[in-house]
Nanobody
Framework: QVQLVESGGGLVQAGSSLRLSCAAS????????MGWFRQAPGNEREFVGG????????YNADSVKGRFTISRDNAKNTVYLQMNSLKPEDTAVYYC????????????WGQGTQVTVSS
């Protein structure tokens, strides 16, 4: 069992930066791939990016490439999403996720944290 708690969301202006954190509990954290998703009002939840459990390789959605960076600290059971050059279209609830095999099959979700970017 893995519990995920996000933090770090807030209201910022366009062009600003934010760092989201996702603290995981559970002794098998390092065995899971970790990902970030987001959902804006009226939209489906979309994949933002992920980081593997084995070699910490990362992969991002095209919409955030070059602006968002994912990292993890297995010693702290924490995964981060560094968001730079934020745009109003990045406004959404951001969710942390843990998965065994692929980000397309999420095993655990966090409760979400709101990010609002004003123009």
């Amino acid at each position: 069992q893995v519990q995920l708690v996000e933090s770090g969301g807030g209201l910022v202006q366009a062009g600003s930066s934010l760092r989201l954190s996702c603290a995981a509990s559970g002794r098998t954290f390092s065995s899971y791939g970790m990902g970030w998703f987001r959902q804006a009002p009226g939209n489906e939840r979309e994949f933002v990016g992920g980081i593997s459990w084995s070699d910490s390789s990362t992969y991002n959605a095209d919409s955030v490439k070059g602006r968002f960076t994912i990292s993890r600290d297995n010693a702290k059971n924490t995964v981060y999403l560094q968001m730079n050059s934020l745009k109003p279209e990045d406004t959404a609830v951001y969710y942390c996720a843990a998965y065994r095999s692929s980000w397309k099959v999420v095993d655990y979700w966090g409760q979400g944290t709101q990010v609002t970017v004003s123009s």
